[in-house]
């Protein structure tokens, strides 16, 4: 379903699963992917705070079974964080100034993978989020920590994980849609003010980067290497 609004942004809620990725042998690194669900003005008060951490709570079960014990050694899931986001692209606020529409679970979940990481930090797996709108402003993307999986000798994940990962974030999404019924779905949100439903997820094979994490990323320097000037 495609449901024009308008242009400019579109009110919805922002559910975000955090974590970090890396141990005490490595400098940690915060990771955050995020999915949008479609919303009107007045779903600002639909749920209680109480009801969106008990949603926060359920989509952090299902994220940490269906990615997080698939992702390499060292990825962790910390928290679910819901945000009911304006059409002005802000948090509402009540009249004694807290957020409204916004709840968040906290829990530490480490995958179920061990021993050496077998990929560097800056690593995703990247999901394909299709709708039934035409051309790139109807499709999104989930950006995922790194598999646990081997890459082939083509260097690239084998069909089987791809189809996994495929078959999972639809799960979770399933789950966010459940979570927010009736009328809320998970859709991607066109700048042009258009929100498209997410019908089906698709996960290509090559494993690509995830810009975004780098400034999350403890740095670490060599020392100075002194360059020789002629003439000093």
């Known amino acids: 379903m495609t449901s024009p609004v308008g242009p400019g942004r579109t009110s919805h809620f922002l559910v975000s699963f955090l974590g970090t990725f890396g141990d005490a042998n490595a400098p940690l690194e915060r990771w955050q992917t995020s999915l949008r669900v479609n919303a009107i003005p007045a779903d600002a008060t639909a749920f209680t705070a109480a009801q ?14 269906n990615i997080i014990n698939i992702s390499q050694a060292g990825t962790s899931l910390t928290a679910v964080d819901i945000r009911f ?3 002005n692209g802000l948090q509402p606020r009540d009249t004694q100034g807290a957020f409204q529409g916004a709840g968040r679970y906290e829990q530490n979940l480490g995958t179920t993978a061990s021993g050496t990481p077998l990929y560097p930090f800056q690593i995703a797996v990247v999901a394909s989020l299709q709708t039934a709108r035409a051309g790139a402003r109807g499709k999104g993307r ?57 019908t089906s997820v698709k996960v290509g094979k090559v494993l690509d980067t995830h810009r975004s994490r780098r400034t999350s990323q403890l740095e670490a320097y060599s020392p100075n290497s002194a360059v020789a000037l002629p003439g000093a």
């Open 52 to 65: 969106l951490v008990a949603k926060a709570t359920t989509l952090h079960a299902s994220f940490a079974t």
């Open 85 to 87: 986001i304006g059409a």
């Open 142 to 198: 989930l950006f995922l920590p790194p598999p646990f999986y081997i890459l082939d000798s083509s260097g690239r994940l084998s069909v089987a994980n791809v189809a996994t990962y495929a078959g999972r974030v639809s799960t979770i999404i399933n789950a966010v849609n459940t979570e927010f019924t009736p009328g809320r779905r998970v859709s991607v949100m066109s700048t042009w003010g258009v929100q498209s439903e997410v």
